[in-house]
């Protein structure tokens, strides 16, 4: 009796197990179906990569905002000049080429990173490296091992006053 | 004493890179065309006489060193820069081809009338289209453009008699 119980948990068991292996790879295989189902429903409209591209350039003229940002007629042009381009077929990043070409690098409100941005981008973290340095040095704790002359002569000093005061 | 020397330095230097930067002025960028070639232009031209349909381009003007002036109507400093450029480029016989800036061609005719005109011929940009590919960032502008159609220097804001004697004409002369 007790017997027979414990046989048909065991098969109970190892049937959940064969359908956890099955269910693994089955889910998997959904999750895989969802993500360009995903990517579909996810793909930006033009209007939305027209307000991305938009906000990631500047405008030439009032040159701290970006061309969504300004109502300077330059940036309406350029706004203008982004959605014919999208609307011709182009990729954001030949959007950004095409601006890019005509108004060199600084148009980019991010400036990219390459070998005359690379100061530019890594300087705050130099500069943290820096300041930790300094700290370390300058934290209580680590005194140096070796005297400067100056600590030299002093300790002699001392030692030479200390002898006379004895010797009197 | 040094430990007051190092960051009084520091700051010393960094004050005068910061006072430098303030001396200059951010809207003065180097143009991304110069040493490339010009943008083709590819637009009709400004007035009556010309006959018509007749277009603005790049190879008229190929084989001689030129100006390319940027140019509205509506644009305070270009109508003061009118009298310098017919002047300057008469005397010194550097032919000027105006670029006519998101401008209603009747207004800009009747300005020419009025303020003298010193172009060759102007080509009518009305969207801005031609003015987006020289990268042009306000009016007026003028660039330099040599005889194999490369743009050599681009001025930003108007160009008075002293802009043109020790900007314009050294730059032109080198080329020459």
């Known amino acids: 009796m007790t017997c027979s119980k414990t046989r048909s948990l065991l098969s109970l068991l190892s049937r959940l197990r064969r359908l956890c292996r099955l269910a693994g790879p089955l889910l998997l ?19 939305e990569r027209e307000a991305s591209l938009a906000s990631q350039l500047r405008c030439v003229v009032c040159q701290n905002q970006t061309v969504a940002e300004s109502r300077a007629p330059i940036a309406q042009d350029m706004r203008q000049q982004i959605r014919e381009q999208l609307s011709k077929g182009s990729t954001d990043e030949q959007v950004v080429a095409f601006f890019e070409q005509r108004y060199g690098a600084f148009v980019r409100y991010n400036p990219p990173w390459k070998p005359s941005t690379w100061l530019l981008w890594l ?9 930790l340095w300094v700290l370390r040095r300058n934290l209580p704790g680590t005194p140096s091992d070796t005297l400067t002359s100056e600590e030299r002569k002093r300790a002699q000093q001392w030692l030479e006053a200390g002898q006379e005061d004895h010797r009197s | 004493m040094m430990r007051f020397a190092i960051p009084l330095a520091i700051f010393l230097a960094l004050a005068a890179m910061l006072g430098m930067g303030l001396q200059r002025d951010p809207r003065n960028l180097p143009s991304a065309l110069l040493e490339q070639p010009a943008p083709e232009i590819d637009r009709p031209i400004l007035g009556q006489l010309d006959p018509p349909g007749r277009r603005l381009m790049l190879k008229d003007m190929q084989g001689q060193i030129w100006l390319l002036n940027v140019w509205a109507s509506w644009c305070a400093p270009c109508r003061q820069e009118l009298p310098t450029l017919q002047a300057m480029s008469q005397r010194d016989g550097v032919p000027v081809y105006g670029l006519n800036y998101k401008d209603q061609p009747e207004k800009a005719l009747a300005l020419l009338r009025v303020a003298g005109n010193p172009y060759v011929s102007s080509a009518i940009d009305i969207d801005g289209r031609v003015g987006l590919d020289f990268g042009i960032q306000g009016v007026p502008e003028t660039f330099v453009i040599d005889a194999r159609g490369i743009v050599r220097m681009r001025h930003l804001g108007p160009v008075t008699p002293e802009i043109w004697r020790d900007k314009l004409m050294p730059a032109i002369k080198a080329l020459r």
Do not use: E, H, K, N
């Not at chain 1, 895989?32 to 209007?47: K, Q, T």
């Open chain 1, 29 to 47: 295989v959904t999750a895989a179906m969802l993500v360009p189902a995903a990517g579909v429903m996810a793909r930006p409209s033009l209007d």
């Open chain 1, 123 to 131: 300087s705050p973290f130099l500069i943290a490296l820096g300041g």
